[in-house]
């Protein structure tokens, strides 16, 4: 009757999802730096949704010229001052946090979604598969990232949905890279081998038993890419390959200001800030997260 009893009211029994996610939680919070860059891209995505609310200037962040107050130098009205149009910088800086979040996380999770599957059935059935998907991969690694994605979104034409076309196209090999190598790893483990044995399909292996494993290095990589893929949206913006005027965009706003730095130079700088520090907090999430999933941590 006790053992039933006490059944009953001992507490359920942690998941190794919840114990993960648990450690993740609280070595975030002992490290200043993860806890700061946390608080740093969780703050940011809060302005891109309330941006319409937070922005001081709504319509002017989102593009309506306001002719009295060009160039106007950082103020009480106007802390990060206005652009050539009279536009204010803070309000353009907020609204352009949606684009240089939204987009990117767009890109990574397209270019997982293509990458990681393609990685993980070269990895497991091996063979020619493995040769053609590989050979592929590389063909496409073996151009700089950005000056692929230049070279696309040159062909394609201008726009930010062009822009975002020829990141994913540029960004899938990595994935499908990390993918592999797990696959290789684990198709001869154990309960890979018993899934075969009892006759369970290849398509279920590579999606119920080998995929759910690569989620931790991806993880990482992914967190990485979006600091870099936010420094290729705004490389593309600065060429004019990316967001096109007047919509608010941070790499747009440095290449409109780069013409006024000496004398204006907050047109270029604020926006230039933003770029800097949501990719920096990107950056040291992820190596947060490197040395958290690294297996080398556990001994």
């Known amino acids: 009757m006790k053992t039933s009893i006490a059944r009953f009211i001992s507490p359920p029994v942690e998941?190794?999802?919840?114990?993960?996610?648990r450690h993740v939680l609280s070595v975030i919070l002992r490290d200043p730096l993860s806890f700061i860059s946390t608080l740093i891209i969780v703050l940011v995505f809060l302005v891109a949704i309330f941006a319409d609310q937070v922005a001081p200037f709504p319509e002017e962040g989102k593009g309506k010229t306001n002719a009295p107050h060009t160039l106007m130098s950082p103020s009480s009205e106007h802390w990060f001052g206005t652009d050539k149009l009279g536009r204010d910088i803070l309000s353009r800086v907020i609204m352009g946090?949606?684009?240089?979040?939204?987009?990117?996380?767009?890109v990574v999770l397209f270019a997982v979604?293509?990458?990681?599957?393609?990685?993980?059935?070269?990895?497991?059935k091996g063979g020619?598969?493995?040769?053609v998907i590989m050979r592929i991969t590389d063909l496409f690694l073996a151009f700089p990232s950005l000056l692929l994605a230049m070279a696309i979104a040159s062909a394609l034409g201008r726009g930010l949905d062009k822009a975002a076309i020829a990141l994913v196209v540029s960004w899938w090999p990595w994935y499908t890279r990390i993918a592999r190598g797990v696959?290789?790893?684990?198709?001869?483990?154990?309960?890979?081998?018993?899934?075969?044995?009892?006759?369970?399909?290849?398509?279920?292996?590579?999606?119920?038993?080998i995929l759910p494993n690569t989620i931790s290095p991806i993880l990482v990589q992914a967190t990485v890419d979006m600091g870099t893929v936010i420094l290729a949206m705004g490389g593309l913006a600065f060429l004019g390959l990316g967001t096109?005027?007047?919509?608010?965009?941070?790499?747009?706003?440095?290449s409109d200001g780069r013409n006024y730095i000496l004398d204006q130079w907050w047109i270029a700088t604020f926006p230039g800030m933003a770029i800097f520090i949501v990719v920096l907090a990107f950056n040291l999430l992820g190596d947060t997260l490197r040395d958290i999933f690294d297996p080398r941590q556990y001994k």
Request: proline share 7%; glycine share 8%.
């Open 15 to 21: 998941s190794a999802n919840q114990r993960t996610a």
């Open 97 to 106: 946090a949606r684009s240089a979040l939204v987009i990117p996380m767009g």
């Open 113 to 124: 979604i293509i990458g990681a599957p393609l990685g993980a059935l070269a990895g497991y």
């Open 128 to 131: 020619w598969v493995d040769e």
């Open 183 to 209: 696959a290789v790893s684990l198709r001869e483990r154990y309960f890979v081998e018993a899934a075969q044995a009892v006759g369970v399909s290849e398509a279920v292996i590579i999606f119920r038993h």
């Open 244 to 254: 096109q005027p007047p919509a608010p965009d941070w790499g747009l706003m440095v």
